[in-house]
């Protein structure tokens, strides 16, 4: 497996979405923290395809689902007043 391919950059190409680190770091600083009990690709802020790919990924437990969980934390992630980033 190429590592490269299943990177943080790549999975955001595949969700059709700027994919520099920098909007990579707003979007995530912009939905973050997600509620526990809400799974990843039921978020609103997805539309079909990219929460069908998520959901996809991550049930078949393919290449993906590593970087996947790594958004997935990161999504979730709060300030230690439990709020969201400072971004």
Not at 6 to 35: C, V, W, Y
Not at 44 to 71: K, M, R, Y
């Amino acid at each position: 497996m190429d590592e490269n391919l299943h990177s943080m950059t790549n999975l955001f190409k595949q969700l059709g979405l700027p994919s520099d680190p920098e909007a990579i770091e707003a979007f995530i600083g912009a939905h973050r923290p997600l509620p526990e009990d809400l799974k990843l690709h039921e978020a609103p802020f997805w539309n079909a395809s990219q929460a069908g790919l998520l959901h996809e990924e991550v049930l078949q437990d393919a290449d993906w689902a590593g970087v996947i969980d790594t958004l997935n934390c990161g999504l979730r992630q709060t300030n230690a007043d439990g709020t969201g980033p400072d971004v």
